[in-house]
């Protein structure tokens, strides 16, 4: 019988990240993190399917609400403006969360085969952003082209976040960003 | 000693597209290949460093060509107006490829590890890109989200390229597809 640990998925999730970071991903396993977190193996894998998903866990989260706030948008918006707003539900899920983004994100670049799961993670929210606009009826080229466009200003505005200082919240880097692309386009 | 065998590398190229249709991309061999095209293994491996590069070889290529027009582009451009000019350039390796071009994209498609090769490859050819801007003096983030859209336009451009009947060369439906991501971003 497992007794209740209070926050152990978030005891776990400071762990790996402190062990990976320590000793590099393919070094750490299960077993030391949950070690290191005070708990047991068993615990580890109640919260947890492998080490990868501590650092893939929110991939599915983000996704579903990317994909949720952008299907909820008003059908007369035009597709950009459609995207500006789910890029701000976008930004929710990592309020709170800098300093996780950013030692994820130096443990991630450190690795080739999670820089690769990084881009499939992308590459796949982007098919699954194209898919709802044109449920929405937004033709093709427009529906590719803006789930690639809210991509690219995620990315940017994902990168800029992690590299600075995390006083100010993903949401604000997520709009310049947009604004910046806007810019980009039209020649200025 | 070898002799010279005529056009051996498209020989081996149109042996290997074929198997991996036919057969799949793992199931598929450098000898069978060689024998296909009616040259020694030998030939094949004095062409190619191994059954992936008869997909991949042509990536270098295009990071060279592309990255080479961005940098011989004016100062004074603005550096959407420097990609469209480079976008012009990246498509010329591709005159007369459309059939090989469809070939390798279905048998990418239908191969996972193939897949994330691809996405590698262009998140490679936008950080290229975005560091040749840079060292024209275009600031961050524009050099980056400059990067990304010029990828969005080329990937965009090249999938519709891909699924029409090859009438028409990717140089249109690249600029027809940069046109497209203007009008997204200015909302129209």
Chains 1, 2 share one sequence.
């Not at 019988?1 to 062990?19: H, Y």
């Not at 990868?52 to 579903?64: D, I, M, N, P, Q």
């Not at 881009?119 to 952003?129: N, Q």
Request: glycine residues 6%.
């Amino acid at each position: 019988m497992s007794r209740w640990e209070p926050n152990a998925r978030g005891r776990l999730e400071k762990a790996a990240l402190d062990l990976y970071s320590e000793r590099g991903f393919e070094q750490t396993t299960a077993a030391q993190i949950a070690e290191r977190a005070g708990l047991t193996e068993r615990t580890f894998f109640r919260h947890f399917a492998d080490k990868r998903e501590v650092l893939f866990g929110g991939a599915s989260t983000l996704e579903k609400v990317f994909v949720d706030a952008l299907a909820g948008t008003s059908d007369a918006a035009a597709p950009i403006d459609a995207m500006a707003s789910a890029l701000e539900s976008a930004a929710v899920p990592f309020l709170e969360r800098h300093e996780f983004a950013r030692q994820r994100q130096a443990v991630i670049m450190a690795n080739a085969e999670l820089r690769e799961r990084e881009l499939i993670k992308l590459a796949s929210l982007s098919t699954a952003l194209a898919a709802t606009l044109r449920r929405r009826g937004v033709p093709e080229p427009t529906a590719n082209l803006t789930a690639e466009a809210g991509i690219a200003v995620f990315k940017v505005g994902f990168e800029r976040w992690i590299a600075a200082s995390g006083d100010r919240a993903l949401v604000e880097f997520l709009r310049e960003s947009l604004d910046e692309l806007k810019a980009v386009a039209a020649g200025e």
